[in-house]
């Protein structure tokens, strides 16, 4: 059975940090790139960070380039987002998802970004 749950969101200040974790099991964790998406209150899904299976390839969006550091441990199945200088428009439900076509989704982890 697929599963990918994420943890470590909550409220941060502006210009706080954040880490994000998603925890895999049921799939061959380490031969799939794996996605962070965002979804703001009332907009659609926002794609985030992406990370090769090797973990030797990420790419960003352009809103996170910069202060977002995505990463993962293969030996413990777990994918990471180290998020830095916040804002509020970072507020959002952040979920994990595998694959180049998001074939599984996690439950999502709520960060706000506010004072």
């Known amino acids: 059975q697929v599963q990918l749950v994420e943890s470590g969101g909550g409220l941060v200040q502006p210009g706080g940090s954040q880490r994000l974790s998603c925890a895999a099991s049921?799939?061959?964790?380490?031969?799939?790139?794996m996605n962070w998406v965002r979804q703001a209150p009332g907009k659609g899904l926002e794609w985030v960070s992406v990370?090769?299976?090797?973990?030797?390839?990420?790419i960003y969006a352009d809103s996170v380039k910069g202060r977002f550091t995505i990463s993962r441990d293969n030996a413990k199945n777990t994918l990471y987002l180290q998020m830095n200088s916040l804002k509020p428009e970072d507020t959002a439900v952040y979920y994990c998802?595998?694959?180049?076509?998001?074939?599984?989704w996690g439950q999502g982890t709520q960060v706000t970004v506010s004072s």
């Open positions: 998802a595998a694959g180049n076509l998001y074939d599984y």
């Open positions: 990370i090769s299976g090797g973990g030797g390839t990420t």
């Open positions: 049921g799939f061959t964790f380490s031969s799939y790139w």
